[in-house]
């Protein structure tokens, strides 16, 4: 049964940093790339950063520069550093991966939200 525990979310002023981590088990974590997605409230979802299976990392332009995510296979755990935040950066932040199944799995999501 593939499951994600996301933690890190919270209240932040602007220009303060947070980090995101997404706990995977139920499947071969380092066999997989690793997603991390955001919703605003009255937006669609965003794509927001990736880390391949080999470490590759690519990032919505949105927060390039901002936001750094990594993976440690040995501990089946993906983060998501974020610095410089913003208001526009406000959301529930959901971890995801896709199986060579085509299946796709989502984290309960952690709610972010930068606030003065």
């Known amino acids: 049964q593939v499951q994600f525990v996301e933690s890190g979310g919270g209240l932040v002023q602007p220009g303060g940093s947070l980090r995101l981590s997404c706990v995977a088990s139920g499947f071969v974590f380092s066999l997989y790339a690793m997603k991390w997605y955001r919703q605003a409230p009255g937006k669609g979802r965003e794509l927001v950063a990736v880390v391949t299976s080999d470490g590759r990392t690519n990032y919505a332009d949105s927060v390039k520069g901002r936001f750094t995510i990594s993976r440690d296979n040995a501990k089946n755990t993906m983060t998501l550093q974020m610095s410089s935040l913003t208001p526009e950066d406000t959301a529930v932040y959901s971890c995801?991966?896709?199986?060579?199944?085509?299946?796709?799995?989502w984290g309960q999501g952690t709610q972010v939200t930068v606030s003065s």
């Open positions: 995801a991966t896709e199986l060579f199944s085509g299946n796709v799995y």
